[in-house]
């Protein structure tokens, strides 16, 4: 079954406590991004990566690490997690960025 | 401006009805178009995509683009109780980005 699996789907952590949510798709996609929804502000994007070993700052990438090692894995790091990142995290993937996006389920990030 | 807008809504409608979402772009470069639908705490799942101008239309639902006016609309018949989600409107601007719309919340009233 083609999919976008991320993980953890919940998390309650503390400021400061390092954390990574991973990210996997199984349909060779090229183009994977991380958004976070919040009440109000939508949808807004992280961090995007076009191929293994290229990622790009999306519109809100302060606090965020990324990396691309493999082309199906595009985990999302906090170093040092604070309040202000508590949110819906989703991954999604797609052949390429002009066509349709696959979401993951989604992450919920508690930050205390 | 924002780069996606949409009408936050609600918009409520009764069942058989047609239901009627807009989106605005400013990116004049904007070349692929996208309506995804997301029901309370899920993921988005695409409706449709459209990438030129005109009508298209998929089952109960059809979106129109417009480049010239920078719109693009999704219209779905004989809406469903079913149908009661938030719809997002995204575009791909002359980037690597898809920026998304703030969402139109849809109520489907029996």
């Known amino acids: 079954e083609a999919q976008v699996t991320q993980n953890p789907r919940y998390l309650i952590t503390v400021t400061g406590k390092k954390l990574t949510v991973t990210c996997s798709q199984n349909m060779n996609h090229e183009y994977m991004s991380w958004y976070r929804q919040d009440p109000g502000l939508g949808l807004r994007q992280i961090y995007y990566s076009m191929n293994v070993e290229v990622t790009d700052k999306g519109d809100v990438p302060e606090g965020y690490k990324v990396s691309r090692k493999e082309k199906r894995n595009f985990p999302l790091i906090l170093e040092s997690p604070s309040p202000n990142q508590t949110s819906l995290y989703f991954c999604a993937s797609s052949p390429r960025i002009d066509q349709p996006q696959h979401f993951g389920d989604g992450t919920r990030l508690s930050i205390l | 401006q924002k780069e996606v807008e949409q009408n936050s809504g609600p918009l409520s409608v009764p069942e058989g009805a047609i239901a009627s979402l807009n989106c605005t772009y400013s990116d004049r470069g904007s070349q692929s178009f996208f309506w995804y639908r997301q029901y309370s705490g899920k993921s988005p799942e695409l409706i449709m995509s459209i990438y030129s101008n005109g009508d298209k239309e998929d089952g109960r639902f059809t979106a129109q683009l417009n480049k010239a006016s920078q719109y693009v609309s999704l219209l779905i018949r004989d809406s469903q109780p079913s149908d009661s989600a938030t719809y997002l409107c995204?575009?791909?601007?002359?980037?690597?980005?898809?920026?998304f719309g703030q969402g139109t919340e849809l109520s489907v009233k029996p």
């Open positions: 995204a575009v791909t601007p002359f980037t690597s980005k898809l920026i």
